[in-house]
């Protein structure tokens, strides 16, 4: 597993590990704008490389903005545009309210443990993941 600082700050830290065909990337406590670009250029160049299949798991996620946001809806399409997708695992109380209100939980698949996320993919084959989930 590999972490990405993405500023000098921990809360926005992001941690990066790849299990078989799977890209498991766990948010910090924010995904605003002063981490989004990082984030946005980091996540899809895994995605073009052959790791279209993303689990943001979002347990310590507490705040995310529009930008952030925005990154998340580019990165779906991204990885739709290979075969793949991304889904969301766990996230809390506050980050579902969001997602809700903005609509993004109709657009982004969203499982309340990792390991359900993990199963949805794992069921299936890489070319018919977005079909299925």
């Known amino acids: 597993m590999s972490t990405i600082n993405l500023v000098a700050n921990e809360e926005k830290a992001v941690a990066i590990e790849t299990r078989g065909d ?4 766990t948010a910090g406590k924010e995904i605003d704008l002063s981490s989004s670009k990082q984030l946005l250029t980091d996540i899809k160049r895994r995605i073009d490389e052959g790791q279209p299949r993303v689990i943001f798991d979002l347990t310590t996620l507490e705040f995310i903005d529009s ?3 925005s990154v998340m809806v580019d990165l779906q399409d991204a990885a ?3 075969g793949g997708k991304v889904v969301f695992a766990t996230p ?3 980050v ?9 939980d109709r ?6 443990t990792l390991a359900d996320a993990e199963a949805a993919f ?3 084959p890489a070319d018919r993941a977005t079909a299925a989930v």
């Open 122 to 124: 794992t069921s299936v």
């Open 80 to 82: 739709t545009r290979l």
């Open 67 to 69: 930008t952030g946001l």
């Open 92 to 94: 809390g109380v506050r």
């Open 96 to 104: 579902t309210r969001i997602l809700r209100v903005t609509r993004l």
């Open 22 to 25: 799977l890209l498991i990337v």
């Open 107 to 112: 657009y982004i698949d969203q499982f309340a």
